[in-house]
């Protein structure tokens, strides 16, 4: 599963994605041109609040399933969400919990090729153009503890969801590979329409969306 990914917060490249962003406010804290985001880091994620479209740092990891934490005082977090029948993500399925996740490029490891304790991912995927597009995120607001050194704080959270790869991603990883959303009409209905519309956009990615990237393979190891 996606694990790392390249986000951007050039306000201007986003503005052009979706007519729903027109009014993407430029803050001064934003505005940059790429970085990594690894799980449990801090990433832009763009809700929509009363006044139109909000851009927002939050910190990568939604609520895990109680029988996930095994006891533990902290969670760290659920990165992809798959079953979305799940009772567990039913509360954050309406539009008020959905988001758009900034990406440039996303990495996916092969798990034939994984050998024990290495993390290095295996190929980077992009829009053939170049262009950033969106994951398909879900976010909440939550009190508690990510890490076990940490104290409870109230976090912005988001996560992805994810669904069965296409032909182009199972020949790195063949299980599973984020939502995308490329195109207004996909932006508007993940943004604004009821689940029973927008349930239908967890689908593969046209493979005509994405490309390998040339050279991407010996990307720096996860910390």
Known sequence: MCNLYTSTTNIEALRQLSRLLDRLADRAFFN?????????????????????PEMVRARWGMPSPPSMLQGKDFDYGITNIRNTVS??????????????VPVLKFAEPDPARK??????????????????????????????????????ATHELYAFLTTASNALVAQVHPKAMPVIL????????????PWDE????????????LIILPGEKDRPKLP
């Open 87 to 100: 009772p567990h993500w039913r509360p954050w399925l309406s539009p008020g919990h959905r988001c758009l």
């Open 32 to 52: 940059e041109e790429s970085f990594d985001v690894y799980p449990n880091r801090f990433g832009p994620v763009i809700r929509m609040v009363e006044g139109g």
């Open 182 to 193: 490329t195109r207004d009409e996909e932006i508007d209905i993940w943004l604004r329409a």
């Open 115 to 152: 050998r024990p304790g290495e993390r290095t991912p295996d190929a980077w995927f992009a829009r053939p153009d170049g262009r950033p597009f969106f994951f398909a995120g879900l976010r909440t607001r939550w009190t508690g503890k990510r890490l076990a050194r940490e104290e409870p």
């Open 198 to 209: 927008a349930r239908h956009l967890q689908r593969p990615a046209e493979e005509s969306d």
